[in-house]
């Protein structure tokens, strides 16, 4: 396992086996972001989710991020795994996975990576509704 | 010269495809590219401010040049991780589009 | 499972279902904290820990951590999972999974917790080396 | 009247139990009852200012009277959680102890 993990999968991420994979001995803490597909808080219930990546690109921002990570805070390792396809309500579209011999360094890095993520990562998703469906719209995308 | 172009997310349905090849002078810049397709689809236009674009995987202005071979991406704001807040009311307006 | 869970056990932890079992369809972000046995960084290695507490007090101060944490953030539900007994480096000692709609909340409720119980839970930990043990004396118990 | 005691951490290991019953004067409060174990055991003297008491599993100050059925707790420093960085230094004092 490298100190920096990005991927991009098309099936159910399986959060527990990567962050087995990333623990070491000298790791204190590990810090688990996941980004659940959620129901709309408005009258109109979400169906599911349509995600899809600029997967060359998207990948290459991720890895970005997990090494800012990695050289801004004190932590061991870094892995950010974003699934595409259709999701549906409940399921894990994003983890990142912190590990660090101390916990806030961790929490710093996991925060930080996901809010870079939203941000500025070539992925884009579309909403489905039981009358239509619409892209989702978030950040004008960042370096 | 030509370039390969790579449209994501509304962008991808305004311009009815994923990809295309095209072909642009010596000397074009991103700028003209992009002008090009907004003058076919109007809906782009209107995008512009929040249409990023790539060369070559990299973010670039719009006064980057050209090269032959380059793959150029139209990138509208991204919406990786989970939710956005903004979804409800981007699709209020999408409906009044 | 309640909104506010907070368990001792002496079994490893099983993290992916702990947090299976909280998430809902309304949330959007699942953050979690695990605090695993580490190597000490100087010159003898930790061979194991025992962990011991008194376990109604622990369970108590424990529960009140998971209801300030859900007073004070608007997040959806928390769990707090401490295991006692004989630790192995690279064991989990302690969980805390915190799910909610949107992710600030959530890291929020995460990091306040795991800082509350390191200073007011009734638990206690032993460090065995090579040539002996001591109990590790971390914060004065506070309310 | 008679309370329970129990200890915990490096106090258990002082006192050489994990607990007992104890017979206390009608009126006694926590800090009588901490002070005769401290008189039997002087390195919990030491450690009068680090250890909490707690009556009925709840933290309680040396000002508050014991009731006959009371359940008393000695509580070291807390060490919940995963490793500190202090341990390394306390492993050393301990040694010079």
Redesign the interface.
Do not use: T
């Given at each position: 396992m490298q100190h920096e993990t990005a991927e991009i999968v098309r099936a159910p991420i399986d959060v527990a086996a990567l962050a087995a994979g990333l623990r070491r001995g000298e790791d204190g803490a590990v810090v688990v972001f996941e980004g659940i597909v959620r129901n709309g808080s408005g009258g109109c219930p979400t169906l599911y989710l349509e995600y899809e990546g600029y997967e060359a690109m998207a990948l290459e921002q991720m890895r970005a991020i997990a090494g800012e990570a990695r050289a801004r805070w004190p932590i061991d390792r870094v892995a950010i795994v974003h699934r595409l396809g259709r999701l549906e309500i409940g399921e894990t579209s994003i983890a990142i996975v912190v590990t660090s011999a101390h916990r806030a360094p961790a929490f710093d890095a996991c925060r930080h990576a996901i809010d870079r993520v939203k941000k500025s990562v070539a992925i884009w998703k579309k909403e489905y509704f039981a009358d239509g469906a619409v892209w989702v719209e978030g950040e004008v995308m960042q370096k | 010269m030509r370039v390969r172009v790579?449209f994501?997310?509304?962008v991808k349905?305004i311009v009815g495809r994923a990809e295309e090849t095209a072909d642009v002078e010596d000397g074009a810049d991103l700028g003209s590219l992009f002008r090009s397709y907004a003058r076919r689809f109007p809906q782009l236009a209107e995008m512009e401010?929040?249409t990023?674009l790539?060369r070559n995987?990299?973010?670039a202005s719009h006064s980057e040049f050209l090269a032959d071979g380059d793959e150029v991406?139209f990138?509208?704001?991204?919406?990786?991780?989970?939710?956005?807040?903004?979804?409800?009311n981007?699709?209020n307006r999408?409906?009044a589009d």
């Open positions: - | 790579l994501f997310g509304r349905e401010r929040s990023v790539a995987q990299k973010i991406a990138l509208p704001p991204v919406s990786g991780g989970m939710k956005h807040r903004a979804a409800r981007r699709r999408a409906g």
